[in-house]
């Protein structure tokens, strides 16, 4: 055993993406406010001293990771898609694609469902998730003004409901058990659009 | 100014009700495991050693707090109406009640749906909690096998998503802006058992 076996980290060789992916990871396990830089050095099996070679600080971690999810709704609101046709069907379609950004960016969002507002990164994340929440509530209003959807309900309330059984997915989800994220935009399409009563 | 005033905590007078839900508060503002016995006697306005008059710890606290949402929701599964007539029925009854306890315990449910098994009194009410969403997951597969539910959708997916809708209400619920438990349990229901759309 006289030759010299390269160390952990050295094998690892991380980039930009494995240390954003690693951190959310250890973000999502302790807690954002919990989990210090010697904790991310740990889970990259680094020493304290060369996370800042790869990262100058928890919250410029936290500032890519929440864009990571962030950047998919807003491509989301940005495409043609969510633009032309009854505003039922864009709002299928949104539904729809949400389920499929929560799903592969799971841990994204799953920390951004989380984020109370605590720093400046978290209110900036916080605002952008508004915006969101407001093109969904616009839709709804839209597609209820169009008579797409049962005029005795308010908006405003399945809109919560309707994306509170979206963002429930990162609460259960289990992505090994074979439920793709096909299989549950499906599943909440027809019980929220059909209705599950025969 | 010479007559003495009472001071805060003795006009306040705690009973144990009182210190339960300003208790609860205080867990569902700071986290529980971020909540010292100081911080609960600062929100209480006794001091730290009159704290152990009202409370002999922190657990006994949370037990009793948890118990409160848990209780509610096994009585709703003692209940008659649970029990007998088409499942479909049983469900949708099953789902407005279960609003309702949301909304008229709402930090008691709040600071359960946030409990990961941290400590022995955290997995009971865990377990008491999965008990709960057993049986609602059996009253979706009866339904189904009644034919009370549409057949094409999977029981276990419209159980976790129906929930996650029910459960979405302790993020966003502000009782003060008018809402009513039927309200919410109304909007739920035309939306997951008749379908949004027209």
Same mark, same amino acid.
């Given at each position: 055993m006289a030759t010299p076996t390269p160390t952990r980290h050295r094998k690892r060789g991380h980039d930009p993406e494995s240390v954003l992916s690693i951190a959310v990871g250890v973000f999502n396990e302790r807690g954002y406010d919990g989990t210090s830089m010697e904790d991310l050095a740990r889970a990259l099996g680094v020493t304290k001293s060369a996370i800042y070679y790869h990262v100058p600080g928890k919250e410029q971690l936290l500032a890519r990771a929440l864009d990571r999810a962030l950047d998919g709704l807003f491509e989301l609101m940005a495409d043609e898609r969510a633009a032309s046709g009854p505003a039922i069907e864009r709002l299928e379609w949104v539904v729809r694609q949400s389920v499929r950004i929560l799903v592969d960016r799971l841990p994204y969002v799953t920390l951004l469902l989380r !984020? *109370?507002?605590?720093?400046g990164t978290e209110q900036a994340a916080l605002e952008r998730r508004w915006e969101f929440d407001r093109f969904i509530g616009r839709l709804v209003i839209e597609a209820a003004a169009e008579g797409?959807? *049962?005029? +005795? !309900? +308010?908006p405003a309330l399945v809109t919560r409901l309707l994306f509170g059984a979206v963002t429930s997915i990162s609460e259960w989800y289990q992505p090994a058990r074979g439920a793709s994220a096909d299989d549950l935009a499906d599943a909440l399409l027809k019980m929220a659009f059909g209705g599950l009563r025969v």
């Open positions: !984020v *109370r507002g605590n720093s797409g959807i *049962r005029p +005795d !309900v +308010d």
